[in-house]
């Protein structure tokens, strides 16, 4: 699907949709005037007040409890199956999913920084990329929203942002529910959640999770065993205090522990060696060789030799408070939020036996947040106005074992706080019946320090290769960083929706949203590669039609948008210093343009089908890298030209009280670069993952299902580095066929 990416022009693009939206939307709109609005809703707080996701002048994607257990979503990297535009990649498989929407996405892996899509845990902004690696359960649904969020949810959401909402106690309710997993690999996993009503006004709900993976995708030919093992806890407990109509109170405490491994990367290396192929291309092939001589030919990326035990364990503990006081035209909301997550993790990074950059890596990290909203409405103007504040403390710190080339071991730090501070106000005014006006604006302060270093410590005779000290000195500094930055940003909203019948929504919005600069906390070997980098900002223009026609069974929603983004933050390849850093850098621009479009339908009973396509052109502006500059052209990472997400699933009745359930779900993506480098050597070539499922249930609660995730075990990329410089890369896959079966008793 590249013809879209390189000869379309975002200006005939955009016209043919916004003319096919607004066209669409008067004919349907004529056809949906008389219908009954008997469709099923689905309700989201995208907006932070309850409203159907139809009325909702975002493009947004919506999973209930049902989809994400029928798809078997289980953790953020699986998010890509749920929508188009949308890619998680892991630097290693199982360690830090980073997300990208509409081809805007960090392209970074450190815990010192911020994701571009802002991810929200029961109204809990999570400030570092280090709190993505968690797990679902008893969760009410997942929200996607795209584009960025620069009012409500404006603090570091240039791409969108998460919404995880978890399933809340409910008042005089006893329920409960137990499900459990086995699979290939000997993975399994069982879940359990319980609410429990104390009185009239309080009600108690507990969830927990255990997950378990005995044999890792991975096997390592020398230990002669496999890697990427996984055991995981996890637990939640609720309590709500709901005394009258005016108060409602509760608290929330979660934990999760850890002690897994991470998975593997597959070796490519530089250099032709004498077995190598006439047909390899060097580097990238497996068949090529490093400086060291080795090379890895069984073209299985699940099967290699590695000198480092990938070891993953984790441990955080989290509280929230959320206050709500319903004054009749005003409600005052509270949500005090604590968060205490450490983990250590190791991982070769040369993907050879030879320890060549091998590294053990600590992070902790705590935060805390306070948020404060109150909003209202009236006949002719709904409103939110509230005021945030984030302060965190981030230590990273990365022991590095490089006797195989540079003869030495190192030790980095990064040693950050931050303060943000907010004040915003969302503003919606009902011009008429059936238009209405979105305004809003957020302003943020944010205050970040950094004390960090890379230092050689020379520590194996004769010398080490990296500073060139001989063995015996003392520790050389090779980059050093002690500097604080303040950002002052404003991000704004104006938008127009118009609602012609009670199911058609025409929207246009243009909106800024912006990301804080920061600093580089990776391994550096020059202080500078530590300077800090700078805010970036996006200005988006967006317009789109949802519509329903219920007696049709049938949701259609489109999208066109184009945005203008500045100083755009991506990793830069600098090979200054003996090591091959991807270092975080600006761009001082990019332009990207596309559409999204979605559609479910109930033709008949017990069929639902569904489909969605994402369209991408991403351009960035020159830059410059250690190498020379890189001219205006060159495609933003993680941008598919193409993607698309399929579905469907067919139920019909056995007998008066059983069903049986057939269900598939695919999804498309395009080719992608890895980096803004736009390397064909790291790059995703364009692949299919097709998921089935067939369930037979019971009214009386019970189901039991098979399952399968990967059914034709595509082989695909997912991310990517070029180490040339030092002989070698490596290329991170997709997680291999998966199957098992599943049960669950659903009790009131």
């Known amino acids: 699907m590249q013809l879209f990416q390189t000869s379309v022009s975002h200006r005939a693009m955009a016209s043919a949709l916004a003319v096919a939206i607004i066209a669409g939307s008067a004919t349907a709109a004529r056809a949906a005037d008389a219908a009954a609005d008997e469709g099923d809703e689905i309700f989201v707080t995208a907006q932070r007040r309850a409203q159907s996701a139809n009325d909702v002048g975002i493009t947004l994607q919506v999973a209930t409890a049902d989809t994400i257990r029928a798809q078997r979503i289980v953790e953020v990297a699986n998010l890509p199956q749920l929508s188009p535009n949308v890619a998680v990649k892991e630097n290693i498989p199982g360690l830090v999913p980073v997300i990208t929407i509409r081809g805007v996405g960090l ?91 104390l009185g009239d006004t309080v009600a108690l709900r507990v ?4 997950q378990w993976q005995g044999d890792g995708f991975f096997y390592d030919v020398l230990r002669k065993q496999n890697l990427g093992r996984r055991a995981e806890l996890l637990g939640r407990a609720q309590l709500l205090w709901q005394p009258d109509d005016v108060w409602k109170v509760s608290l929330k405490v979660e ?23 006439a047909s390899a291309t060097c580097p990238g092939s497996q068949s090529c060789i490093n400086f060291l001589g080795y090379s890895d030919s069984d073209g299985d990326p699940f099967r290699g030799a590695w000198s480092y035990d990938p070891i993953f364990q984790a441990n955080q503990i989290a509280a929230t408070g959320r206050i709500e006081a319903n004054l009749g035209n005003v409600t005052l909301t509270s949500i005090t939020a604590y968060i205490d997550f450490n983990r250590i993790w190791g991982v070769d990074t040369d993907a050879s036996p030879q320890a060549i950059l091998d590294f053990i890596t600590k992070d902790d990290v705590k935060q805390f947040s306070q948020e404060l909203r109150a909003a209202g409405k009236t006949a002719l103007l709904t409103w939110t106005v509230g005021a945030s504040f984030l302060t965190d403390h981030i230590f990273s710190s990365y022991d590095g074992n490089l006797p195989a080339l540079l003869n030495t071991t190192t030790y980095t730090s990064s040693d950050q706080h931050t303060d943000a501070y907010a004040v915003f106000a969302d503003l919606e005014w009902q011009l008429s019946d059936t238009l209405s006006l979105l305004t809003g604006g957020r302003y943020t302060y944010e205050k970040r320090r950094n004390v960090g270093s890379t230092v050689d410590l020379v520590s194996r005779p004769p010398a080490s290769f990296l500073s060139m000290a001989p063995f015996g000195s003392k520790p050389v500094t090779l980059a050093a960083v002690n500097a604080q930055i303040t950002d002052n940003q404003w991000s704004w909203k104006v938008g127009l929706n118009w609602q012609p019948t009670t199911t058609t929504l025409v929207y246009g919005s243009i909106t800024k949203g912006v990301k804080s600069g920061g600093f580089f906390a990776g391994v550096a070997t020059n202080s500078g590669q530590l300077i800090p980098y700078k805010p970036e900002s ?126 598939v779900d695919a999804r498309y993506s395009g080719f992608a670069y890895k980096d803004a480098i736009n390397d064909p050597t790291i790059a995703a070539d364009s692949f299919w993952v097709v998921n089935g499922r067939i369930v037979l249930a019971d009214d009386g609660g019970w189901e039991i299902s098979a399952w399968a995730k990967n059914l034709f075990d595509e082989r695909y990329v997912t991310q990517g580095i070029n180490q040339s410089a030092l002989g070698n890369g490596f290329r991170v896959y997709g997680a291999p066929r998966t199957f098992g079966v599943s049960a669950a008793m659903t009790f009131k």
């Open 255 to 277: 934990g999760q522990h850890t002690r897994s491994q991470l998975g593997a990367a597959e070796f490519f290396g530089a250099i032709r060696g004498p077995n190598t192929p």
């Open 538 to 663: 996006l200005i988006s223009y967006e317009i789109g039609l949802k519509q329903r026609i219920p007696d049709a069974g049938l949701n259609f929603t489109a999208s066109s948008f184009y945005y203008d983004y500045s100083d755009v933050q991506t990793f830069i390849r600098d090979t200054v210093g003996g090591l091959p850093i991807q270092r975080l850098g600006n761009v001082k621009d990019a332009s990207i343009y596309g559409a999204d479009i979605d559609l479910a339908w109930n033709p008949v009973k017990g069929l639902d089908l569904n489909a969605g396509i994402g369209l991408l052109h991403t351009e960035l502006g020159a830059f410059a890298t250690s190498n020379g500059a890189v001219p205006k052209g060159n495609r933003l990472p993680d941008a598919p030209g193409f993607s698309a997400n399929l579905g469907g699933s067919y139920a019909f009745d056995l007998g008066d009280t059983r069903q049986l359930r057939f269900q």
């Open 107 to 197: 392209n970074d892996f450190s815990a010192t920084n911020s994701p571009s899509a802002g991810v929200y845990v029961d109204d809990v902004y999570l400030g570092s990329l280090a709190l993505m690696n968690f797990n679902f359960f008893d969760l009410e649904r997942l929200e996607i929203l795209k584009g960025p969020q620069g009012t409500l949810y404006g603090r570091n959401a240039t791409a969108g942002a998460i919404n995880v909402i978890s399933a809340q106690p409910k008042l005089g309710v006893t329920e409960g529910r137990i499900a459990g997993s086995f699979g290939n690999y000997t993975a399994g996993d069982i879940e359990g959640a319980v609410n429990v009503p």
């Open 207 to 210: 969830a927990a999770k255990g």
